[in-house]
T-cell receptor
Framework: GESVGLHLPTLSVQEGDNSIINCAYS??????FIWYKQESGKGPQFIID?????DKRQGQRVTVLLNKTVKHLSLQIAATQPGDSAVYFC?????????????FGQGTILTVHP | ETGVTQSPTHLIKTRGQQVTLRCSSQ?????VSWYQQALGQGPQFIFQ???????GRGNFPPRFSGLQFPNYSSELNVNALELDDSALYLC??????????????FGAGTRLSVL
């Protein structure tokens, strides 16, 4: 049978630590990026977005960094809490399309220990 | 809460049957996208509807079809179900048109099991 998360990268941190989740994208035409958090049994929840004319954007306890040169995206979570435990996905939309097709990365499992 | 609601939450069907999944979008949103999420994977884009027209389609066969209604709610229909169609089906609403690259807000999904 198939095991949930068997092939997903994992990140384990202690409560209060800062977490960094990385994502590589392959489409150099992508110009809009979103980070989502998905808890077990729920749909993806919006965290933060960034457009390609920016290289950094901050939200509440979260920062997204975009490096277009190496096609890399990262999500930084400050003072990680047990409630942050979830699967985190980066998603991208390619430029030049007339519609918003989100292409998701493979996801990273974040586990926060009290 | 995103204001996007999906029904039913769970569904069990047998191979060859047909299924209809429903989605109510967030107030003010005119675009609905559907995604299929297999266990342990990221969501895969099925198609998107904008103002009652299919606005884009992913790599899914024609037995996956949809509708969007004047109130912007939407249906996903799958005919001739196969075992591999077992997945979580997610609906996302957004504000489309010339600002198509906007945040998509997801519902909780419908878990479909095909036996």
């Amino acid at each position: 049978g198939e095991s949930v998360g068997l092939h997903l990268p994992t990140l384990s941190v202690q409560e209060g630590d800062n977490s960094i989740i990385n994502c590589a994208y392959s489409n150099s035409a992508s110009d809009y990026f979103i980070w989502y958090k998905q808890e077990s049994g729920k749909g993806p929840q919006f965290i933060i977005d960034i457009r390609s004319n920016m290289d950094k954007r901050q939200g509440q306890r979260v920062t997204v960094l975009l490096n277009k040169t190496v096609k890399h995206l990262s999500l930084q979570i400050a003072a990680t809490q047990p409630g942050d435990s979830a699967v985190y996905f980066c998603a991208e939309i390619a430029g030049g399309t007339s519609y918003g097709k989100l292409t998701f990365g493979q996801g990273t499992i974040l586990t926060v220990h009290p | 809460e995103t204001g996007v609601t999906q029904s039913p939450t769970h569904l069990i069907k047998t191979r060859g049957q047909q299924v209809t999944l429903r989605c109510s979008s967030q107030s003010g949103h005119n675009t609905v996208s559907w995604y299929q999420q297999a266990l342990g994977q990221g969501p895969q884009f099925i198609f998107q509807y904008y103002r009652e027209e299919e606005n884009g389609r992913g790599n899914f066969p024609p037995r996956f079809s949809g509708l969007q209604f004047p109130n912007y709610s939407s249906e996903l229909n799958v005919n001739a179900l196969e075992l591999d169609d077992s997945a979580l089906y997610l609906c996302a609403s957004s504000l489309g048109g010339v600002m198509a690259k906007n945040i998509q807000y997801f519902g909780a999904g419908t878990r479909l099991s095909v036996l």
